[in-house]
């Protein structure tokens, strides 16, 4: 089945920089929008950031604009997040998806869904 694998979260402390890795398999992704969401603690599902299939556009939740950078290598069925100026309301569980368009925030406009990976930064 398809599996969409997240890695690099860890505990940080604010202003520090992590790099999100997410790869698929059984997908070739570059059918497909991808994008990265997150669940703060007690809190919903939502939208950080998407890119295009081919990687020529790009949206962004606003208060990740100018810290986080998504990007996608097609070659390597693999797709990155670069954050950057990390806060601590930035703490969730990161979750990469595949979905038809990279404007589509909601989650259920998403098809397919790593598993996650933890973010923690401390203040």
């Known amino acids: 089945q398809v599996q969409l694998v997240e890695s690099g979260g860890g505990l940080v402390q604010a202003g520090d920089s992590l790099r999100l890795s997410c790869a698929a398999s059984r997908l070739t992704v570059s059918y497909y929008a991808l994008g990265w969401f997150r669940r703060p603690p007690g809190k919903e599902l939502e939208f950080v950031a998407a890119i295009s299939r081919n990687g020529d556009l790009t949206n962004y939740k606003d208060s990740v604009k100018g810290r986080f950078t998504i990007s996608r290598d097609n070659a390597k069925n693999a797709v990155y997040l670069q954050m950057n100026s990390l806060k601590p309301e930035d703490t969730a569980v990161y979750f990469c998806?595949?979905?038809?368009?990279?404007?589509?925030?909601?989650?259920?406009?998403?098809?397919?869904w790593g598993q996650g990976t933890q973010v923690t930064v401390s203040s």
């Open positions: 998806a595949a979905g038809s368009d990279y404007n589509k925030l909601l989650v259920r406009q998403y098809y397919f």
